[in-house]
């Protein structure tokens, strides 16, 4: 294997691990998924994932299948591993961004509002 491949991999998995981390209750599902015998069912499964994710316009179905699916269509597909876990990796840094800014601004809202002075 080539060590790029290698790091690349490593560096998917451990978008999963912060998946995990983050949501616990699909630490086992994932964990389960990613073992190397499993290919013959992750494929489809990721399939499934990807058609729901364009399907989320209908009720059960939402678009946080999509990402999750290509996630693990890339632990198959080299080709596209590296865009995979870079996109996830930005997706999740521009996501706490946007809460850290969002939790601040309404920490700050309140308190103006507060001191009783009007424009």
């Known amino acids: ?45 990721a399939f499934v994932l990807i058609v729901g994710g364009c399907l989320s316009f209908l009720p059960v179905l939402g678009i946080w299948m999509l990402p999750l699916g290509v996630m693990l269509l890339a632990v198959d597909v080299p080709l596209i591993r590296p865009t995979v876990s870079a996109n996830f990796i930005r997706g999740r840094r521009r996501l706490s961004v946007f809460w850290r800014e969002r939790i601040r601004r309404r920490r700050r809202i309140p308190a103006d509002e507060s001191s009783g002075e009007r424009p």
């Open 1 to 45: 294997m080539r060590r790029g491949v290698k790091k690349e991999t490593r560096r998917l998995h451990r978008q999963f691990e912060a998946l995990a981390r983050a949501m616990p209750v699909t630490r086992p599902v994932t964990e389960r998924l990613l073992r190397d015998g499993m290919r013959i069912v992750r494929l489809p499964f």
